[in-house]
C-alpha cells in the first residue's frame, strides 16, 4: 500500500540576498512562507520545482518542502522549515531585524 502524498511548497534562496523564498501560485517569490503554493498533487510539485529550477538568475538550490494547511496560508511541518522562516539567526539583519530593537 503507497504511503499518502504529503503536500509541499517550493523554496530556494534568492541569489541576490540569500534570503529563504517561496513560490506562489501566480509565478512570484516571495519571502513569506504563509504565501507559498501548497502542493496537493505529486506530479504538480515535480512540475513547479522544474520551473523553480529553471530560474537560476533569481535564485538557487530549490527543492520541495513539506508543509500542511493552515488557518493563514501554509505552515511548515519540519523544524528545518519552521526555523527557515523565521530568517537568519544572526539577529543584525533579515526577517529578525525588527526584534532585535525589543
Given at each position: 500500500?503507497?504511503?499518502?502524498?504529503?503536500?509541499?511548497?517550493?523554496?530556494?534562496?534568492?541569489?541576490?540576498?540569500?534570503?529563504?523564498?517561496?513560490?506562489?501560485?501566480?509565478?512570484?517569490?516571495?519571502?513569506?512562507?504563509?504565501?507559498?503554493?501548497?502542493?496537493?498533487d505529486e506530479a504538480h510539485?515535480?512540475?513547479r520545482l522544474l520551473k523553480?529550477?529553471?530560474?537560476?538568475?533569481?535564485?538557487?538550490?530549490?527543492?520541495?518542502a513539506d508543509a500542511r494547511?493552515?488557518?493563514?496560508?501554509?505552515?511548515?511541518?519540519?523544524?528545518?522549515?519552521?526555523?527557515?522562516?523565521?530568517?537568519?539567526?544572526?539577529?543584525?539583519?533579515?526577517?529578525?531585524?525588527?526584534?532585535?530593537?525589543?
Amino acid at each position: 500500500m503507497s504511503r499518502a502524498y504529503t503536500p509541499k511548497v517550493v523554496t530556494a534562496n534568492a541569489l541576490i540576498e540569500g534570503d529563504v523564498v517561496y513560490l506562489t501560485a501566480d509565478d512570484r517569490w516571495t519571502r513569506d512562507h504563509a504565501e507559498a503554493e501548497l502542493i496537493e498533487d505529486e506530479a504538480h510539485a515535480q512540475l513547479r520545482l522544474l520551473k523553480a529550477g529553471h530560474q537560476r538568475n533569481i535564485v538557487v538550490g530549490a527543492y520541495l518542502a513539506d508543509a500542511r494547511r493552515g488557518p493563514n496560508g501554509p505552515e511548515p511541518i519540519h523544524f528545518r522549515e519552521a526555523f527557515r522562516t523565521r530568517g537568519p539567526s544572526n539577529y543584525a539583519h533579515g526577517k529578525q531585524e525588527g526584534a532585535a530593537r525589543v
